[in-house]
């Protein structure tokens, strides 16, 4: 079965400074991952997306995410944080059949002034 | 564009109690899902609609909890009874041709407390 864990539950960072969130999965074939942004009081918002070819993909926002297939990882990063980033961002891998998307546990950025 | 209309926005019941959301999905979108997400976790898919027929609903609690999508377009999500547990936002999500991460739009989810 699928799964995705996200280690870091809340993150705290200084606005300008840079983010990386951790994201690690398992999944028995290639897998297909993604990045949701969840700001309060609102749905998902997809940010990137992985399929294949290029391992460093660009998102919205300025996000972007490189899959490390060694680690299993899928990591989230921008290098300059902006007050409307905090929120809640949730990793998540997709099956082949592209029918059952299962998401992390998520970890909520706060970011100081 | 009209994205994900979801009703109500919050709900607080007793348990034992019944309750009923309502999804509003795309214009034109095949394939919807009912989400829930419990404090402090990742969604969790329910059910998924292909027009108006069940593709999976192999986590949904059928003893208390039925969804149904009539026409293929509007759908609800019934709880009954409800427990303490169930409290949690659902989320629902529309896509147009059933792969959820390519081309999915959420809603603004409905808040649901059980007391």
Redesign the interface.
């Known amino acids: 079965a699928q799964s995705v864990t996200q280690p870091d539950i809340h993150i705290t960072v200084s606005e300008g400074a840079s983010l990386e969130l951790r994201c690690n999965y398992s999944y028995g074939a290639t897998p297909y991952l993604f990045w949701y942004v969840q700001s309060p009081g609102q749905g998902l918002q997809l940010l990137l997306k992985y399929f294949s070819g290029d391992t460093l993909v660009q998102g919205i926002k300025g996000f972007e995410a490189e899959f490390k297939r060694s680690q299993s990882s899928f990591n989230l990063r921008k290098p300059s944080v902006h007050w409307s980033d905090a929120a809640e961002y949730f990793c998540a891998v997709e099956n082949n059949a592209g029918n059952m998307l299962t998401f992390g546990g998520g970890t909520r950025l706060m970011v100081k002034p | 564009e009209a ?2 209309a979801q009703s109500p926005r919050y709900k607080i019941i007793e348990k034992r109690q019944s309750v009923a959301f309502w999804c509003n999905p795309i214009s034109g979108h095949a394939t919807l899902y009912w989400y829930q997400q419990i404090l ?6 329910l059910i ?1 609609f292909q027009n108006n027929g069940v ?2 609903d192999s986590q949904l609690p059928k003893d208390r909890f039925s969804a149904e999508r009539l026409k293929g377009v509007d759908s609800t999500l019934k709880i009954q009874p409800a427990k303490l547990e169930d409290s949690a936002v659902y ?1 629902c ?1 529309s896509s147009l041709r ?5 081309e ?6 409905t808040r649901l407390t059980v007391v």
């Not at chain 2, 402090?40 to 898919?45: E, S, T």
């Not at chain 2, 059933?98 to 390519?102: A, D, E, F, K, N």
């Open positions: 994205g994900v402090g976790q990742g969604p969790k898919l998924q593709v999976d989320l999500a059933g792969r959820l991460s390519t999915a739009f959420f809603g603004q989810g």
